[in-house]
């Protein structure tokens, strides 16, 4: 049993002491820690707790796929639920934007992502909807553990009309780059004033929108992962149960 085993998870370290550990002992410490990671990351509502944090990398110094996990790409194409919470950019010059997704499902391909989830900005009821982001995706030359997804799409769509819905869609393409085309499509809710829904595409020009997500663990069941564009935030996506990818 490996030393780094031992140092990952402090539990299995005591019984080692005790006895000559299993593989299937490692499996079922394995199991445990990945249990107890979702469950904890489930009571916080999503925020990534020291506790947590700490599986995490625990769970990462046992990678299973490593050294090369990028290179499996039958394990990690699949669809995923994201378990942590992951905050949005905050458009420059709007100090009212306060974004957080729900239900965020992760969809990778070998060459493609699409990442989907419901939306509420500044709690409000009114600027409740559904956001999308989808693109290519590859495994930058040389890399074992990195994989780069440029979106090139982009939708919002909010569920009801408002003022305050067609200001979030002009706010949310102040994030974007420069050159991306962006078209707005109104719903006629009675007014026939209210834009509810932003789509917007772009061919990759003079600025780049490259999300770059570093495995630090995966298995069959989970992916734990870094996202550089999103200030390293570190996120916990679990497995769909239904996810059945060619």
Known sequence: MSKSILLAFPAFAAAAALSTPTAGD??????????ALLRGVAAEGGAL????????????????SAPNPA????????????????????????????????AAIVRLRRDEAEFEAGVLLAGDPELRGRLRFA????????????????PTELEL????????????????????????????????????????KMSASWQRAQSELLVGIELTYL???MILCTLAALDDARVVLERRRDSDTE
């Open 26 to 35: 490692f499996v079922r410490e394995l199991r445990g820690a990945k249990t």
């Open 135 to 150: 693109g290519p995706l590859s495994v930058p030359a040389g890399s074992r553990t990195a994989l780069e997804w440029r």
């Open 219 to 221: 298995d069959q069941d």
């Open 157 to 196: 769509e909010f569920d009801d009309g408002s003022d305050a819905a067609a200001a979030a869609c002009n706010a949310l393409g102040g994030i974007l780059p420069d050159d991306v085309f962006k078209a707005q499509i109104a719903f006629d809710d009675g007014s026939g004033s209210a834009i509810t």
């Open 71 to 102: 290179a499996d790409v039958d394990l990690w194409s699949n669809d995923y639920d994201v378990r942590s919470r992951l905050p949005l950019p905050t458009p420059p010059g709007w100090d009212g934007w306060d974004a957080s997704t729900e």
């Open 49 to 64: 707790s020291e506790d947590a944090l700490a599986l995490m990398d625990g769970l990462g110094r046992v990678n299973p």
